[in-house]
């Protein structure tokens, strides 16, 4: 077995025990299963799910799994909302007055993320970590949390996870928080408010460019995960090479992840291009607006998994705007995911044997 570095990245519902203490088994395993599912939904690769421990999911990933691993604070955004989204949802469409149905509102979800080594054992068909920063991943789950910030869901990271991810907690808008354990002294912990990020989600404008709409549009099938592919989609030195750029750089002065607002000027042989995203939904789409070669553009970047997408045809109108007389093109760009070629052609081979690219 050898030593490994990685992230440890745990789900745990807040009020579980006292919510089946004091509901109805029956309707209470249901909504429960619910809001597991839509957890388990999005843990998705290069997470790895190495077991559950009563109401919470343990998974961790290897350093290797990530060109920008700062896009773990995405997955954690997203779990927490998905969880939000199908809580609330529930909440709004029962008529029920069981104890089950009543207390659902009492439960939320607080996510824990962080960094050290591992070993990983193989126990029959599951994956069991081992290790001293495995046991402080665990530990972590009862702190001060609630009773110092009154926050019941939240995202803690501690500071090493931090580090490694090369993320400003300021930047971020994080709380600095400390906790005691036996054996490990002062633990430096930060807290991700997601009750206020949801908040935020809900509010925020939604900007898409639609096939229907778009004035150029083409998209690639690629053999990997959601994830995986919007790492690599939205890694700097991958969109060097695949632009044909000689140079990138970001411009915003936020800092910290990408986000709405965060901006971009490239440096091409054919000329400069400057770029803001309007809309950032990792890992499904990004929508960024653009100038360049005399054109303002509007793009969306989608992912797409390839069960139930009919690969659109290219139309890769580059100059699409001059030729109509317009300042602006609207374009879309799909990215279709799975395990099994989708091109449209009914083949649905296996896509080591039938890799391919929309044209």
């Not at 809900?202 to 099938?221: D, I, L, P, W």
């Not at 995986?228 to 700097?236: C, E, G, T």
Request: charged letters at 20%; glycine letters at 8%.
């Amino acid at each position: 077995m050898n030593i490994e570095n990685g992230y440890f990245f745990i789900s745990d519902i807040t009020g579980y025990t006292q919510f089946l203490v004091h509901s109805e088994l029956d309707h209470a395993k249901e909504i429960l299963d619910a809001l597991f599912d839509s957890i388990l939904d999005r843990i998705q690769s290069p997470l790895v799910v190495s077991g559950t421990q009563g109401d919470a999911i343990i998974c961790y990933a290897p350093d290797a799994a990530f060109h920008q691993p700062a896009q773990l604070l995405d997955v954690m955004e997203r779990i927490y909302y998905s969880f939000r989204r199908l809580l609330e949802f529930m909440k709004l469409n029962t008529t029920c007055n069981c104890d089950a149905c009543v207390n659902m509102s009492t439960l939320d979800l607080k996510i824990f993320l962080h960094h050290g080594q591992y070993l990983v054992q193989q126990i029959g068909t599951q994956s069991d970590l081992q290790g001293r920063d495995v046991i402080l991943a665990h530990l972590l789950m009862k702190n001060r949390v609630f009773e110092k910030l009154g926050l019941r869901g939240y995202g803690l990271v501690t500071e090493r996870a931090l580090q490694a991810m090369g993320i400003d907690p300021v930047a971020e808008g994080m709380l600095a928080h400390m906790e005691q354990y036996e054996h490990y002294g002062t633990v430096n912990v930060h807290i991700h408010n997601l009750p206020a990020a949801w908040q935020r989600e809900r509010e925020r404008n939604r900007t898409v460019v639609t096939a229907e709409e778009a004035t150029s549009y083409a998209g690639a099938f690629v053999p990997v995960p959601p994830w995986i592919a919007w790492d690599y989609a939205s890694n700097m030195d991958m969109k060097k090479l695949f632009y044909d750029l000689e140079s990138i750089e970001r411009t915003d002065a936020e800092g910290g992840r990408e986000k709405i607002g965060t901006s971009f000027h490239c440096h091409h042989k054919m000329g400069d291009i400057s770029y803001v995203y309007v809309d950032y939904q990792p890992p499904d789409y990004v929508t960024y607006k653009g100038s360049g070669f005399g054109v303002t553009s509007l793009v969306t970047v989608r992912i797409a998994p390839a069960e139930g997408i009919q690969h659109p045809r290219t139309s890769w109108n580059g100059y699409c705007c001059r030729r109509q007389h317009s300042d602006r093109c609207r374009t879309q760009f799909i990215i279709i995911v799975g395990d099994r070629c989708c091109r449209g052609c009914g083949c649905r081979q296996p896509a080591e044997n039938a890799p391919c690219a929309i044209g």
